[in-house]
């Protein structure tokens, strides 16, 4: 589940109207209570929000003048304060805590360490033994001896309860919740309070009964302070053996909430590890699942997108070059965009000069290119040219032939188009992740014309570029054949159908498709309605006249490059489309006919 963010809000506004509520309340109307309490409602309300008002209003706030004391008088009412009392205070310093140690990027079980001792310090130094020291003996020693017992066992009941919500929740779909500088990481907080509170009441509930704490109190202005403290002397009404057992109990729940989420969730990560990342429903997570596999699988922080082509912007543009010296020159942008797949349909993506699929660089066999690209990305990439032979250090795999692009920089390739035909680039750093995400393009070289093979000459040519895409939400993930990462749309040329683009004809003319395999993960049995089809060129080969297959179906696997004559034969419309037939569908739906990998062949007579 991913909480939008007006939900956040809005808890807060009431968080916030609550707290203001009840310090008002105490702090103006002055509400009969120990000056510790009054802060203690505060801070319980300003995690508590309606929860902590509505406590407030039921169990301490004085209904009519004089009646305070007999109102707070019933024990489930004396509990609730005493669960206010020590939960204020731990809370303030576990929160406090894990806003430093997320800060810092500590793993999240060293964070719970911390946060205990933190919580448990603040609790007993500051709440309970500073503010209660009068009532608890007058000297700040008695207090804190006083008070480490009842302290301790209510922070670990406290612990019980929040650790586990912290843990799987931090960890969970949406791991923005560790960072402090989301709202989700606050809302997480006052979720892990709010938990914290009911499993410490019952505990809280007994030690006021046995009179090992205070709950709440009535303090009248008018009041001698000496006989009004007397009053709130206590005398514990328990056994040790009782104590004990407690108290085992207590630090049995406590480690239990430590370390069972720690079956489930990955707690040696830390907030540098995981980064905010937002996980694909249905990806396996379990205790031993590493940052960097999570980061991967992220979707696209939607904060990141710099620009949003038009609904009807169409990819694969061709790319204009500077000739400088004979050389052509050519920019690539990489950046983060949003994109229309359908009119209706907006993914985020990774794309070259704010396009998808990346624009077509067509050149002439023997061309000298030099290609700057520059890296507008969050994560470092490089661009690696599918096929062809050039210098190795031009081939672009990140680590191995060169250093991967860092975000901000730019790196220029530079190599002579050697061999005509079909070709394409894409990214080849974390290719599973960027090119799913849209990062590649045509790469088209012509042959030198006393080269050309007038043998399968054409009238019309199309390039069709595949990808499959995995957005929820209005979040897009990379679609990776794994678990959680399966796609649900698919497109030609970045639009799916019924927006691809549609290839017109008459009767007896010939069309040369160019099938790219430009998708990460299926191999797409393309189909042509209307009559077989020539195979003229693979991979940028061609193939002898001799050898050409005529078939109607060809699989079109990731990196491949199928090269097709298809003749319109009958006046009509003719399909062209993947046989696998999820993948003419739109997240599963079928419009006009079909989806995702379908464009149509319209043949006039
Ligand atoms: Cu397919």
Redesign the pocket.
Same mark, same amino acid.
């Given at each position: 589940m991913i909480i939008p963010e007006w939900i956040l809000f809005t808890w807060f506004g009431l968080a916030a109207l609550s707290t203001a509520y009840v310090a008002w309340d105490n702090f103006v109307a002055k509400n009969p209570e120990e000056k510790v309490m009054k802060w203690g409602w505060v801070l319980i309300t300003l995690y508590m929000g309606p929860i902590g008002l509505t406590l407030y209003v039921l169990s301490d706030k004085e209904p009519a003048p004089g009646t305070h004391e007999e109102f707070v008088r019933p024990l489930w009412k004396q509990g609730v304060g005493s669960t206010v009392h020590c939960i204020a205070g731990d809370a303030t310093g576990i929160i406090t805590a894990a806003a430093i140690t997320a800060a810092l990027g500590l793993p999240m079980k060293i964070d719970f360490i911390v946060e205990y001792i933190a919580g448990f310090a603040f609790g007993l130094f500051i709440f309970q033994a500073l503010f209660m020291k009068d009532m608890l003996g007058g000297s700040y020693p008695r207090a804190l001896r006083a008070s480490f017992i009842p302290e301790w066992l209510s922070m670990n009941m406290m612990a019980t309860g929040m650790f586990p919500v912290m843990a799987f929740l931090m960890m969970g779909r949406d791991m923005r919740a560790m960072e402090p500088s989301e709202p989700l990481f606050w809302f997480v907080m006052s979720l892990g309070v709010i938990v914290g509170f009911a499993v410490a009441y019952p505990v809280n509930v007994w030690m006021v009964a046995k009179n090992l704490k205070h709950g709440l109190m009535t303090v009248r202005p008018a009041q001698d302070s000496h006989s009004s403290h007397s009053r709130h002397q206590m005398k514990p009404d328990v056994t040790r053996p009782q104590l004990a057992s407690v108290a085992f109990l207590t630090v049995l729940a406590f480690l239990a909430g430590m370390v069972l989420p720690g079956l489930k969730v990955n707690l040696d990560l830390s907030a540098d590890d995981t980064r905010g990342a937002i996980m694909p429903p249905g990806m396996i997570m379990v205790r031993d699942t590493p940052g960097q596999a999570m980061r991967d699988m992220s979707a696209i922080d939607p904060d990141l997108v710099s620009y949003r082509a038009a609904p009807d912007a169409r990819g694969d543009r061709t790319l204009v070059a500077d000739d400088v010296n004979g050389v052509k020159e050519y920019e690539l942008e990489a950046s983060v965009i949003g994109w229309n797949i359908l009119s209706y349909e907006r993914v985020n993506a990774y794309a070259f000069n704010r396009q998808v699929p990346g624009p077509r660089i067509a050149v002439n066999e023997g061309d000298r290119l030099r290609i700057r690209v520059r890296n507008n990305l969050p994560e470092p990439t490089t661009v690696h040219w599918h096929g062809l032979v050039l210098p190795n250090a031009m081939d672009g795999p990140a680590e191995i032939t060169q250093d991967p692009i860092r975000p901000g920089d730019a790196f220029t390739y530079e190599f002579t188009a050697g061999q005509p035909g079909t070709f394409f680039y894409h990214s080849h750093d974390h290719p599973d992740r960027q090119q799913a995400l849209g990062l590649y393009g045509a790469l088209i070289i012509k042959p030198r014309d006393d080269a050309r093979d007038r043998s399968y000459d054409y009238d019309q040519d199309v390039v069709i570029q595949l990808q499959e895409w995995l957005e929820r939400e209005g979040y897009t993930y990379p679609a990776m054949l794994m678990e959680g990462g399966l796609p649900n749309f *698919?497109t030609i040329n970045g639009k799916a159908y019924p927006d691809t683009e549609r290839i017109t004809m008459r009767v007896g003319e010939r069309v040369r498709v160019r099938f790219i395999g430009s998708n990460n993960n *299926?191999i =797409?049995?393309m189909h042509i309605h209307g009559g077989p089809f020539e195979i003229v060129e693979t991979d940028g080969n061609p193939v002898p006249e001799g050898a050409r297959l005529l078939k109607d179906t060809v699989n079109v696997g990731p990196g491949e490059r199928w090269d097709v004559i298809w003749t319109a034969r009958r006046p009509g419309k003719w399909l062209l489309h993947?046989h696998?037939p999820h =993948?003419t569908t739109n997240d599963n739906v079928e419009e006009q006919g079909a989806g995702g990998?379908t464009t149509l062949i319209e043949v006039s007579p």
């Amino acid at each position: 589940m991913i909480i939008p963010e007006w939900i956040l809000f809005t808890w807060f506004g009431l968080a916030a109207l609550s707290t203001a509520y009840v310090a008002w309340d105490n702090f103006v109307a002055k509400n009969p209570e120990e000056k510790v309490m009054k802060w203690g409602w505060v801070l319980i309300t300003l995690y508590m929000g309606p929860i902590g008002l509505t406590l407030y209003v039921l169990s301490d706030k004085e209904p009519a003048p004089g009646t305070h004391e007999e109102f707070v008088r019933p024990l489930w009412k004396q509990g609730v304060g005493s669960t206010v009392h020590c939960i204020a205070g731990d809370a303030t310093g576990i929160i406090t805590a894990a806003a430093i140690t997320a800060a810092l990027g500590l793993p999240m079980k060293i964070d719970f360490i911390v946060e205990y001792i933190a919580g448990f310090a603040f609790g007993l130094f500051i709440f309970q033994a500073l503010f209660m020291k009068d009532m608890l003996g007058g000297s700040y020693p008695r207090a804190l001896r006083a008070s480490f017992i009842p302290e301790w066992l209510s922070m670990n009941m406290m612990a019980t309860g929040m650790f586990p919500v912290m843990a799987f929740l931090m960890m969970g779909r949406d791991m923005r919740a560790m960072e402090p500088s989301e709202p989700l990481f606050w809302f997480v907080m006052s979720l892990g309070v709010i938990v914290g509170f009911a499993v410490a009441y019952p505990v809280n509930v007994w030690m006021v009964a046995k009179n090992l704490k205070h709950g709440l109190m009535t303090v009248r202005p008018a009041q001698d302070s000496h006989s009004s403290h007397s009053r709130h002397q206590m005398k514990p009404d328990v056994t040790r053996p009782q104590l004990a057992s407690v108290a085992f109990l207590t630090v049995l729940a406590f480690l239990a909430g430590m370390v069972l989420p720690g079956l489930k969730v990955n707690l040696d990560l830390s907030a540098d590890d995981t980064r905010g990342a937002i996980m694909p429903p249905g990806m396996i997570m379990v205790r031993d699942t590493p940052g960097q596999a999570m980061r991967d699988m992220s979707a696209i922080d939607p904060d990141l997108v710099s620009y949003r082509a038009a609904p009807d912007a169409r990819g694969d543009r061709t790319l204009v070059a500077d000739d400088v010296n004979g050389v052509k020159e050519y920019e690539l942008e990489a950046s983060v965009i949003g994109w229309n797949i359908l009119s209706y349909e907006r993914v985020n993506a990774y794309a070259f000069n704010r396009q998808v699929p990346g624009p077509r660089i067509a050149v002439n066999e023997g061309d000298r290119l030099r290609i700057r690209v520059r890296n507008n990305l969050p994560e470092p990439t490089t661009v690696h040219w599918h096929g062809l032979v050039l210098p190795n250090a031009m081939d672009g795999p990140a680590e191995i032939t060169q250093d991967p692009i860092r975000p901000g920089d730019a790196f220029t390739y530079e190599f002579t188009a050697g061999q005509p035909g079909t070709f394409f680039y894409h990214s080849h750093d974390h290719p599973d992740r960027q090119q799913a995400l849209g990062l590649y393009g045509a790469l088209i070289i012509k042959p030198r014309d006393d080269a050309r093979d007038r043998s399968y000459d054409y009238d019309q040519d199309v390039v069709i570029q595949l990808q499959e895409w995995l957005e929820r939400e209005g979040y897009t993930y990379p679609a990776m054949l794994m678990e959680g990462g399966l796609p649900n749309f *698919f497109t030609i040329n970045g639009k799916a159908y019924p927006d691809t683009e549609r290839i017109t004809m008459r009767v007896g003319e010939r069309v040369r498709v160019r099938f790219i395999g430009s998708n990460n993960n *299926f191999i =797409h049995p393309m189909h042509i309605h209307g009559g077989p089809f020539e195979i003229v060129e693979t991979d940028g080969n061609p193939v002898p006249e001799g050898a050409r297959l005529l078939k109607d179906t060809v699989n079109v696997g990731p990196g491949e490059r199928w090269d097709v004559i298809w003749t319109a034969r009958r006046p009509g419309k003719w399909l062209l489309h993947c046989h696998i037939p999820h =993948h003419t569908t739109n997240d599963n739906v079928e419009e006009q006919g079909a989806g995702g990998l379908t464009t149509l062949i319209e043949v006039s007579p």
